[in-house]
């Protein structure tokens, strides 16, 4: 083996690990942390019964349930990412644990205070909104709870339902664990002729080498490893969506998807009118397919031919200090104030850079109201990268800006705005790239690059959506999600996404068992919506300016303050329309034609 296989986490430099100890500096501070968090929630209990009494008692309950909140999940956000470091060790796991049970045990004690809440008369809640002036912050609040007023149960009810919650979750912890922790996929001879161990995190860059037999091997290995787990990850998913569908019965609403979208006041028609407009381009998915096979010289397209660069261009070794110089550039239309402000975050240990063993895979942002916006990466020196950098420091940005802009209780975003924060950064640099490279077969390169943004964030994650929506439906109808039904209907699916020029090659049908998003139910739609809102944002700054700038940095810092469809009104998209879908299968159209031409 070369040494470009995995290291261990101490091998890793300092300066390209996270300054997560800032979070606690003495660890033995975690554990005082997590148990006052469980006996300030048995203490909440004096609530109870109270809360209608005065508009003085209300705002103590909220005040005190922020307060108990926001210091358990600094503890929960520390467990997480000191896990992620490396999942292989055994303290963290047990944190984790740990943490989990005290949100648990929290909940718990603290699930009172909702439907108590909803049985005060809403006149009584206006009043003591219009008696107490900081209580207005809670409005908005106030206003979304009673909103949802139908699905919450009794107080004892909500009691259990918060004691389960420790073990509702088993399912993705149940895939974490296999996917990052015990599964492994072999070894591959890459391009220079080097025996290398094949990861979650080093895939995508064998998936685009030029070598097809190189992507072959790694394609196989991959995914023989999901097959021969096939049966147990089917069986840990039907138990993941049946979650989803139990729960959403036992709080009265239609389906599990209206239940996953009622929370963000998001209407049904966004969800179901994505997959009607991408549906209506898959032709041009299907044109692009056929263009894909026709210059890449092969006589059947499978798979594995899909991700790797139509344009072969010279071999690019981006270090991390390049990656970041790339994205200060790509980003400079978002004003000196951003970019001063992503420059100390990576100064000050925003960012866990290189992959180690047992860290986990993909990359991330993630943190507490009250730490930094960290960000977990597995960089391999790549342009792919470097995108992913400017992604994921979109949604550190968005959290930036709330957490300096909003109380604790809006200082989170909804997932259908997260995702805009991070791909209207995506649309900025891909477009500086094109308009500032000079060289011709770059320029080729960064097109076909722009139109796989598209596939595989418009399209393939509205795929994604389609089969999540497939597999609820299925056991809303009281069937079940069997190893055969999942592979059939996802590969079906496949079938119809990629038309058909691509050949089924036996296991495309097993990568619904590798996608850990499909454990958060219908997470996966708001990229394509994201993707969509972030192109049209991207170019009104690029072609308003400051105005339109400002507007999207008033969006960012608006956190959770208003309900999403509402939020992204402020930068001037409305997505209650299809015209943003619309807009995004044009662009995506006219990058096909023009690909077509100078191919």
Known sequence: MSDKNLKQRDQIPQEYKWNISAMYPDESKWEDDVAQCISRSENFKSFSGRLGDSSDILLEALTERDAIWQKLEHAFVYAAMKKDEDNRVDKYQAMNDKCSAAMAKVAAAMSFFTPELLSVPEEKIFKFISEEPDLSAY?????????????????????????????????????????????????????????????????????????????KKAFTNMYEAYKKLNNTLATNYNYNVKTDVVSSRIRKYDSSLAAALNGGNIPLSVYHNLIKEVHEYLPVVHRYMSLRKKALGVDHLKMYDVYVPLVETPKKNISFEEAVEIMAEGLAPLGEEYIKQVRNGIKDGWIDVYENQGKTSGAYSFGAYDSMPYILLNYTNTLKDVFTIVHEMGHSMHSYYTRNSQP???????????????????????KHLLATEKDENMRKYLLNYYIEEFRTTLFRQTMFAEFELLAHEEIEKGGVLTAGWLNDTYNKLNDMYFGPEMEDDGYIRYEWSRIPHFYRGFYVYQYATGYSAATAISEKILSEGSKARDNYIEFLKSGSSNYPVELLKIAGVDMASPKPVKMAMETFKSLVDELEKIL
């Open 139 to 215: 409005e908005f609040l106030l206003k979304a709870m009673l909103r949802e007023k139908k699905h919450v149960l009794t107080a004892s009810e909500e009691n259990i339902l918060a004691q389960m919650s420790e073990v509702t979750g088993a399912t993705n912890d149940v895939f974490k664990m296999l996917n990052n922790a015990d599964m492994t996929f072999g070894s591959v001879i890459d391009e220079d002729g080097d025996e290398v161990t094949l990861t979650h995190g080093n895939y995508i860059t064998f998936m685009e080498s030029h070598d097809r037999n190189l992507r």
């Open 408 to 430: 604790y209780t809006y200082g989170d975003h909804s997932i259908f705005t997260a995702e805009v924060a991070s791909t209207v950064n995506e649309s900025l640099l891909i």
